[in-house]
């Protein structure tokens, strides 16, 4: 089945940029979202089809996708930003999360 | 405005079943899908499985095959997941998710509030 790993954790100032990996084999093929969690909330959708932004969504939240790797930037960070953020695919009819990675704004 | 609305929480035996129902309004319920979520505790996100609310037609994650089963009532604009046989590492949040019928790679736009399932003897 497919993998995809994204590192554990992140750390960043406020006011500083967040970068988050999703790897996965040849990822650049496929359309991936991201999902933005916080404690005891449900997940919610802030980009899809690799850098396209919801409405309602800041413009400090963008993506890309190529070759192996994903990434979630999040720009001029902010304390509530502060969650996990899941990366999300299809492939071979299932859908797939990443591992997470926990974000903490210092 | 898109809502998903999930029953409460559930305290389940071994062996037994829980049915969680997700009650959706504010969009056509047909035009879409419903996507089934968990989150064991301190985990992170694992996908279920799917049903069309279009026709029905549904595709489960392999790894629950024969132990899941997801139906809609149009009638009420309400999926339903059923899983039986619960084990202790079945105890997770329950997510309901939206995501559009004949799109490919769709994301889920919307996700119900969650429900708590707890498989305890």
């Known amino acids: 089945s497919y993998v995809l790993t994204q590192p554990p954790s992140v750390s960043v100032a406020p006011g500083k940029t967040a970068r988050i990996t999703c790897g996965g084999n040849?990822?650049?093929?496929?359309?991936v979202h991201w999902y933005q969690q916080k404690p005891g909330q449900a997940p919610v959708l802030v980009i899809y089809?690799?850098?396209d932004r919801p409405s309602g969504i800041p413009e400090r939240f963008s993506g890309s996708n190529s070759g192996n790797t994903a990434t979630l930037t999040i720009s001029r960070v902010e304390a509530g930003d502060e969650a996990d953020y899941y990366c999300q695919v299809w492939d071979s009819s299932s859908e797939v999360f990443g591992t997470g990675t926990k974000v903490t704004v210092l | 405005q898109v809502q998903l609305v999930q029953s409460g929480a559930e305290v389940k035996k071994p062996g037994a079943s829980v049915k969680v129902s997700c009650k959706a309004s504010g969009y056509t319920f047909t035009s879409y899908g419903i996507s089934w979520v968990r989150q064991a505790p301190g985990q992170g996100l694992e996908w279920m499985g799917w049903?069309?609310?279009?026709?029905?037609?549904?595709n489960y994650a392999q790894k629950l095959q024969g132990r899941v089963t997801m139906t809609t009532d149009t009638s009420t604009s309400t999926a339903y997941m059923e899983l039986r046989s619960l084990r202790s590492d079945d105890t997770a949040v329950y997510y309901c998710?939206?995501?559009?019928?004949?799109?490919?790679?769709?994301?889920?736009?919307?996700w119900g509030q969650g429900t708590l399932v707890t498989v305890s003897s």
């Open positions: 089809y690799d850098s």
């Open positions: 049903i069309s609310a279009y026709n029905g037609n549904t």
């Open positions: 998710a939206r995501e559009p019928v004949l799109v490919a790679a769709a994301p889920f736009d919307y």
């Open positions: 040849n990822i650049g093929s496929k359309s």
